[in-house]
């Protein structure tokens, strides 16, 4: 929430519901959260207090686009971890599954992004998942009829029951969902965007010529993509004043922060 500064990976603890625990991000995988805890025990074993959870967090990031298949970007390191953690920061600052295009790139402009920027990052959802509450509203009760109506058919029964198993989720992309690439950009085209703030990029006038441009030339999706993710990786950077490198990422240094 205050930029690229690992406050994601905080615990919540009986003073601070931390920002991972807002249900915004209850599809962050938890998985991810153990790896980022194994490679700062590792660090920490060689070379303690050196290397902060932010650019472990940007370097995984970056390895894990790379492992699955999409494109190579530079990560500047130097980050130091955040003091701030908290969830009821994280609504109005994070996009929502429903929202328009203008009220995501308001969001997106507050960090320094263009209406491109916004499409190309979009692109991220080639790989993940959303859980079903997140797009409920374009099955039931009735299905939207701008929605492929065979992957509409397979949602409804796979959310069937997502009131009572909240952990029930979806592909972002249902074609290639283990493969970084511009399927997602195409599959907006077909019907098969699963959440409406997906859907909505091909259908608003402003974002369609750049949906259209990364669904014909996925070299220019990875080329933007990547400039996007570097640019990502310097927002609210925090230097020697502003944080810390902490000894564990979910822990501050001063338990009492």
Known sequence: ME???ASVLIATNSFNKAERDDDLNESLPGDAFDIVTRIKTALELSCPGVVSCAD???QAT???VTMVGGPFYEVKLGR???FESKAHKVKGNLPLANQSVPDMLSIFKKNGFTLKELVALSGGHTIGFSHCKEFSNR???????ELNPKFAGVLKDLCKNFETNKTMAAFLDP???GKFDNM???NLKRGLGLLASDHILF???STRPFVELYANNQTAFFEDFARAMEKLGTVGVKGEKDGEVRRRCDHFNNLNV
Not at 139 to 145: A, T
């Open 80 to 82: 130091k971890d955040g």
């Open 56 to 58: 472990i967090l940007a």
């Open 3 to 5: 930029g690229c500064d």
């Open 139 to 145: 099955i039931f009760p009735k299905v939207d009829p």
């Open 175 to 177: 074609v290639t969902p």
């Open 203 to 205: 259908k608003d006038s």
């Open 184 to 186: 997602y950009f195409k």
């Open 62 to 64: 970056r390895d894990l």
